[in-house]
Structures are given as structure tokens and as C-alpha cells.
């Protein structure tokens, strides 16, 4: 299936573009920035840089008229349009992984081919010394126990070396007062892939943008967890043997829950999902992800009654309240804390096949007593984000 995008190339003087996040649409063009606008996100990009333009077959010019004559800066569209290559050696289609919607059901599916791979893949045999030369630094601005050292595992078991910083909105020079783009242009200079977790939505695109080697999105504050996502749908499809036509819940903090964003960005690319959401009401799922879903067919649901979606559902997944994201209302925290709990009872009402995930942490919306259950598979999930960011990894770095 061939797949198009649109950029902006000036035809006077040479002035450089930006890295290409692989989503333009709709441009404006003036002499200091380009503006792009898709599926309701904006953003401006400054001429900065030399990546804006990715390979493939030039198959369409469309001259614009939106820059007045005195601008006389002249900007084109050019419809790009190249069928995805996922043949060994070619490279690979994203310079950055910032959000789920960057992702095909074709690119999916080839990441999860790679990700086989990597399971095979042991001490000493000649996979793990694919990514050897290369250093990949993890600026962590949140906390992280799976994400962060599973990506350093990935990296290591391939070769690779690890530069990185547990907690630098402490530990970095932000704390004084250091802004994200001059953090990642410094530590461009001394490594060749960034992983990055920020409190801010929207972070990851920032320093994508600034930076000329690829930026992988650990988390964004409430915004997206990309790398989760995928790990999630690789282990829906290893659980449950298939993608389409499954019913997930997504259970707890959907408000401000990055996980099940992402996670319901990458369902909606598979055939008669349907999901429904339960939450309490303080932290329902917000409407932009509703909105899409329903651009995109997907059927979807919210409920009051955990235990009946869980009777009707290939996947529960149950993610925790997010303290950290009430700040001082911790009377809302404690109003939402506690509601819905996956435990024994949950357990009996659920079909033979169906599975728990959670992308962990855990507090005590998943009693211990259901980690016997065969069901149980978040544990499994976890370390499929190993599989999954060795792939990542390795496509980003030295391709397919």
C-alpha cells in the first residue's frame, strides 16, 4: 500500500528545513517559519535544519499562493509518495518516534517481525553486536524503572553503549534553569540516538524537531508513550492471537494516562476493535481521543460496570491513578482512587482467553492474587518492551 506525504522545499536560495516528523498535511509558508496542520494539531517549524524532505518518488508539484510577493520567498508542495520498502538493509521509514499515529497497520506489522527476531537473540551471537559502536543517551526528566532500563538493556544486548541521567529535572543542568533545546543539542554531540522522558506534553516534539539524530518519545507528561503502545499491541497479538475484530477495556486514569492514548491511537488501525472505557468520572477519557476513534470507525463505549465489560472483553487493561498529575487536589485523587480493582471476582466473570495487562507501575488496583492467574499477563508485557525497543533500536540506527 503506498503512502504519501507532503512537504515544503524552497525554490529560492537554500534555505534548510527541519527534521521531518512524517505527518504534514496542510502548510503555510513565510519567510521565518512553515506551519503545518493535521487531524487538529498545529505547530510551526523554523528553518533550521536540512532533514524536511524524505526519500522516496517526487510524483506531484503544486505551486501555493499563500506567501504574498513582497515575501518573495516562493514555496511548493511536493506530494511524496513511495510504497514502505521493509526489505534488510533499506532504512527504516521514521527518523523519530515521538507518537502512535506515526504508525501503519503494514509498519506495525514489520516492527513486530523484528521484534521476533530479537527474541532469538543471545549473549555472543552475532545479532548482538548489531548496534556496537553506537551510544544512545536516556534523559529522563520523570521517573522510570521498565522504561528506562529496558532501553538500556536493548541497547546494551545489542552492542551498544548507554550515556544517561536518572532524574534530570534534579540532576541536569535544567534545574538551572537550561531550556530542553539547548539539553538536546549539547547531548547530540555526544551520542547517536536520544530516548527522552518529559513532564511536558509535547516535549518529545520539541527536541525532535532541535535535533538531528533520531528522538525516541519514553513518555510526555500526559501527552503520549508511543514505545508502550507498540509493546502492547505486540503483546495483545502474542496473548490473544489477533488484532481484529478484539474488544479491549482500558481501565483507570484515562484522562491522564499516556499509555492508553497511545494504546488507542494503535488499536484503531486493526479491523472491528471495539473499546470501551472505564474510568471514574474525574478521569474520563478525553474527547480528542474519542473524536478520533470515531473518525476512524472505531467502535467504541464508556461504562460504569467493570465487571460486565471485563465479562465481554479479549483484553482488560487496568492502569493506575495518577497521583503525581493532581498536584495539590488530593481530594479528587482520593475520590478516584480505589473504584475499580481487577481481583478474583474480576477473574471469574472473564473468558478463558482473555488477558489482564497493565502497563505498571502497580498500587492496588490489581490484587496480588491475580499474578497466579495464567490470565495475568502484564509481567509477560514487560518484558516484550525489551523485544520491542531492541527493535526500535536497531531500525532507527542501522535500519531494517
Not at 54 to 61: F, M, Q, T, V, Y
Not at 148 to 173: C, D, I, P, Q, W
Not at 258 to 273: E, F, G, I, K, P
Request: proline content about 4%.
Amino acid at each position: 500500500m503506498a503512502v504519501s506525504s507532503s512537504t515544503f522545499t524552497s525554490l529560492q536560495g537554500s534555505m534548510a528545513a527541519p527534521k521531518a516528523l512524517r505527518c504534514y498535511k496542510e502548510f503555510m509558508c513565510s519567510p521565518s517559519n512553515l506551519s503545518y496542520k493535521q487531524s487538529g494539531y498545529s505547530k510551526s517549524i523554523y528553518l533550521t535544519h536540512s532533514r524536511l524532505l524524505p526519500s522516496g518518488k517526487l510524483s506531484k508539484w503544486e505551486q501555493t499562493d499563500r506567501v504574498s510577493p513582497k515575501d518573495r520567498i516562493q514555496c511548493c508542495a511536493v506530494q511524496v509518495e513511495k510504497a514502505p520498502s521493509f526489505s534488510v538493509g533499506k532504512k527504516f521509514q521514521l527518523d523519530d518516534i515521538i507518537e502512535a499515529q506515526q504508525f501503519d497497520r503494514d509498519t506495525l506489522s514489520a516492527i513486530f517481525e523484528v521484534a521476533r527476531e530479537m527474541e532469538k537473540i543471545e549473549k555472543n551471537s552475532p545479532g548482538s553486536q548489531v548496534l556496537k559502536g553506537y551510544l544512545m543517551a536516556t534523559l529522563f526528566y520523570e521517573p522510570s524503572t521498565r522504561t528506562r532500563l529496558s532501553f538500556e538493556s536493548a541497547m546494551k544486548r545489542l552492542g551498544g553503549e548507554v550515556l544517561t541521567t536518572e532524574n534530570a529535572r534534579e540532576f541536569s543542568s535544567a534545574a538551572k534553569g537550561e531550556t530542553l533545546e539547548d539539553t538536546i543539542r549539547t547531548i547530540e554531540g555526544y551520542s547517536d540516538i536520544i530516548v527522552m522522558r518529559h513532564f511536558e506534553s509535547g516535549a518529545a516534539k520539541r527536541a525532535a524537531v532541535t535535533a538531528s539524530i533520531p528522538v525516541i518519545n519514553a513518555g510526555d507528561g500526559p501527552g503520549q508513550h508511543p514505545s508502550q503502545a507498540l509493546l502492547d499491541v505486540y503483546t495483545i497479538d502474542r496473548e490473544v492471537g489477533k488484532l481484529d475484530g478484539i474488544k479491549v477495556g482500558l481501565v483507570g486514569d484515562l484522562a491522564n494516562g499516556r499509555t492508553v492514548r497511545s494504546l488507542a491511537y494503535l488499536l484503531a488501525r486493526y479491523q472491528d476493535v471495539k473499546i470501551y472505557f472505564v474510568s471514574p468520572d474525574v478521569v474520563k477519557m478525553k474527547d480528542d481521543i474519542k473524536d478520533y476513534l470515531t473518525s476512524k470507525g472505531v467502535e467504541w463505549e464508556e461504562s460504569a460496570d467493570l465487571m460486565e465489560v471485563a465479562s465481554k472483553c479479549d483484553v482488560v487493561y487496568q492502569t493506575r491513578i495518577q497521583r503525581e498529575r493532581f498536584g495539590e487536589r488530593t481530594d479528587i485523587y482520593e475520590e478516584a482512587r480505589g473504584k475499580y480493582i481487577v481481583d478474583q471476582n474480576v477473574l471469574d466473570v472473564m473468558q478463558k482467553h482473555a488477558v489482564v495487562m497493565h502497563p505498571l507501575p502497580r498500587l492496588d488496583e490489581i490484587t496480588v492474587d491475580v499474578d497466579r492467574d495464567p490470565r495475568a499477563a502484564y509481567f509477560r508485557q514487560a518484558k516484550n518492551g525489551l523485544y520491542i525497543r531492541m527493535a526500535l533500536l536497531k531500525l532507527l540506527l542501522v535500519g531494517w
